[in-house]
């Protein structure tokens, strides 16, 4: 077989899965913390993502896409710009909460999450992809022949 004949295609290789984290979260208003579940979940397929959903009464719910590298940064120091600001609170809990907040200046949500649950996931998905493997797990053949397909 001449080299230019042969195509090797690398797949990444399997992880195991990221359970996802159900907590529940506190959205602040007016100094009072109403309870909000809420999921966290991770999928290796799409590594640079993390997905939140907040399940709010009556029975709605509500899906922020957080990246995995943001969410780190904001357990320890201030951190996103725009739409989502994160930092963390040294009260409430045994290493204290994350507050996040989440909207547009004139119409915004402040939610607080426990930081150390939020830790000990966050380690669960750098487990499962470490930090500068993301790029392996794209498979990038794929995702050009989208980016250029004709609808």
Known sequence: MSESSR???TQPPPTPPVRSWH????QVQGGIGLPVESTFQYDPDDPWAVRVTFRLPPGRA????FSRELLRSGTRVLSGEGDIRLWP??????EGRVRMRLGPARAFAVVDVDRAGLRSWLGETYVAVPEGGEAARIGWAAETSRL????
Not at 23 to 26: D, F, G, K, L, V
Not at 148 to 151: C, G, I, N, Q, W
Request: aromatic share 10%; proline share 5%; net charge positive.
């Open 148 to 151: 250029f397909a004709r609808p």
């Open 23 to 26: 907590t529940t979260a506190r």
């Open 7 to 9: 195509h090797e295609t």
């Open 89 to 94: 609170l040294r009260r409430g809990g045994r």
């Open 62 to 65: 509500v899906d922020w896409t």
